[in-house]
């Protein structure tokens, strides 16, 4: 079955960096495309950016354009998502997301806090 694990979480002050990683099991991970939403307390889950299934055509919103980083290794069914310059409205639990055969599959998530 469909497993995404996120991970890489965790408290880091405005200005600060980190990587997600999210690693996939149960599909053929470099045929799809992926994708890093997430979702803050009250708040609706939105798009943070997507890879195609070899890399060459990211997206990102506006919010976060220029800050963060998709990327994927498909040797090692892992998606990454490099944050930089992290600014406190960047706090949110972090999901990825693949759809298959028409059907979302999410991780549990990773708690991404921006706090000084």
């Known amino acids: 079955q469909v497993q995404l694990v996120e991970s890489g979480g965790g408290l880091v002050q405005p200005g600060g960096s980190l990587r997600l990683s999210c690693a996939a099991s149960g599909f053929t991970f470099s045929t799809y495309v992926m994708t890093w939403y997430r979702q803050a307390p009250g708040k609706e889950r939105e798009l943070v950016a997507g890879i195609t299934s070899v890399g060459g055509i990211t997206t990102y919103a506006d919010s976060v354009k220029g800050r963060f980083t998709i990327s994927r290794d498909n040797a090692k069914n892992t998606l990454y998502l490099q944050m930089n310059s992290l600014k406190f409205e960047d706090t949110a639990v972090y999901y990825c997301?693949?759809?298959?055969?028409?059907?979302?599959?999410w991780g549990q998530g990773t708690q991404v806090t921006v706090s000084s």
């Open positions: 997301n693949v759809v298959r055969v028409g059907v979302p599959y």
